[in-house]
T-cell receptor, first 115, second 113 residues
Framework: DSGVTQTPKHLITATGQRVTLRCSPR?????VYWYQQSLDQGLQFLIQ???????AKGNILERFSAQQFPDLHSELNLSSLELGDSALYFC??????????????FGEGSRLTVL | GQSLEQPSEVTAVEGAIVQINCTYQ??????LSWYQQHDGGAPTFLSY????GLEETGRFSSFLSRSDSYGYLLLQELQMKDSASYFC??????????????FGTGTKLQVIP
């Protein structure tokens, strides 16, 4: 158990809809990262937050947005969903005292299926 | 721009040694990490190299050469449970002095009896 919690684990929705994925980082971690992994693909970096502030942006579509709240949990909002958005969305956290240098702790992911 | 390259697939025999290479191109390089991911699972951290040289953790070792923009993961005494995807990941600097972590496309390792 990495200590990172993601909900929901599975989500099935229709094209054009909007969903929100939630992530609670490990206790003490200030950084949250979001990654998208399509079938048999690598991990595409979407966005990173540190203590509530956006710190880095990757290949995140304009239809997607995210934020990190004062309690450090983060949400990834996906809107106007398309079939190609079907993927596994991972949240990772880092920055706490107990992690090794360079270590990201990943949640179990949220599997999104768009029909 | 930024890029990471690693082989897409590797097959090795149980008990053998396998090396997975990773080359990268980036500016503001801080370090190279390796992660393991079993099918359907979450990536888990294996090792990190911030400086040149070899880092050893049990059966796994990782090497970095900053001058060659190259690193590798070495798995020894392969076991069937090592069958998984292995990702190299670059930690580098972005504007504002912050850091991000970018993953390669992954190497699928199949260990055969």
């Amino acid at each position: 158990d990495s200590g990172v919690t993601q909900t929901p684990k599975h989500l099935i929705t229709a094209t054009g809809q909007r969903v929100t994925l939630r992530c609670s980082p490990r206790s003490g971690d200030l950084s949250v990262y979001w990654y998208q992994q399509s079938l048999d693909q690598g991990l595409q970096f979407l966005i990173q937050y540190y203590n509530g502030e956006e710190r880095a942006k990757g290949n995140i579509l304009e239809r997607f947005s995210a934020q990190q709240f004062p309690d450090l949990h983060s949400e990834l909002n996906l809107s106007s969903l398309e079939l190609g958005d079907s993927a596994l969305y991972f949240c990772a956290s880092s920055g706490g005292i107990s992690g090794r240098e360079g270590e990201l702790f990943f949640g179990e992911g949220s599997r999104l299926t768009v029909l | 721009g930024q890029s990471l390259e690693q082989p897409s697939e590797v097959t090795a025999v149980e008990g053998a040694i396998v090396q997975i290479n990773c080359t990268y191109q980036t500016s503001g390089f801080y370090g190279l990490s390796w992660y393991q991911q079993h099918d359907g699972g979450a990536p888990t951290f294996l090792s990190y190299n911030g400086l040149d040289g070899l880092e050893e953790t049990g059966r796994f070792s990782s090497f970095l050469s900053r001058s060659d923009s190259y690193g590798y993961l070495l798995l020894q005494e392969l076991q069937m449970k090592d069958s998984a995807s292995y990702f190299c990941a670059v930690r580098d600097r972005v504007s504002g002095g912050y850091q991000k972590v970018t993953f390669g496309t992954g190497t699928k390792l199949q260990v055969i009896p």
